[in-house]
């Protein structure tokens, strides 16, 4: 059973990359941007909570998304090959309880791909991607919060991170993810 969590900075292309995986080896991919931005369409009591937040490139509540992802996890997996968490964790507090439910749900075989692709080169693609999210200073914000927030999650994961050179064509990259996991 897969189970794998994929990680990286803003732009780096996560989403496709999970997409991809999620297609070819029937994963649950789960995208807690996705999730949130879909709650923001909706225009539901935690879409509007969300959508402030993220437009200032901060990060929702950790107890917020630990709820988003515990109840999905509950829910999806069955007839799927494994998962693919994409955007969390995002901080060591919801790493910390992502382990104790991997523990519990007896998941003890977690891959993390960490993909990886120079600031020039995320501004650039981030800044052609044009989602709400995507304005230069929202960008600059969101670099930063990656920086502090969730690249620590780096030497927490250190045994079990697969590094990935994000860059080059979509295809090419997640040729190179699929032969590493
Ligand atoms: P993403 O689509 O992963 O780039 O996420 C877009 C935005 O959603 C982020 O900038 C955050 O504001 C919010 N978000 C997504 N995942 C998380 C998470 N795990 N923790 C906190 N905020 C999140």
Known sequence: MYQL???GPPGVGKGTQANLLAEKLNLFHLSTGEYLR???????ELG????????SGMLVPDEIMIGIVKEAL????????GFILDGFPRTIPQAEVLDILFKNFNYNNIKVISLEAS???????????GRSDDTEATIRKRLEVYKD?????LNFYKDKIIRVNGTGKITEVNQRVINLI
């Open 119 to 129: 600031e020039d080169e995320l501004i650039k693609r981030l800044l052609l991607r």
């Open 38 to 44: 879909k709650a923001v369409e909706e225009g539901t």
């Open 5 to 7: 969590i994929i990680f």
């Open 149 to 153: 927030n969730t690249e620590p999650l």
């Open 74 to 81: 509950e829910k999806n997996i069955s007839g799927k090959e």
């Open 48 to 55: 509007k909570q969300a959508k402030v937040i993220m437009d």
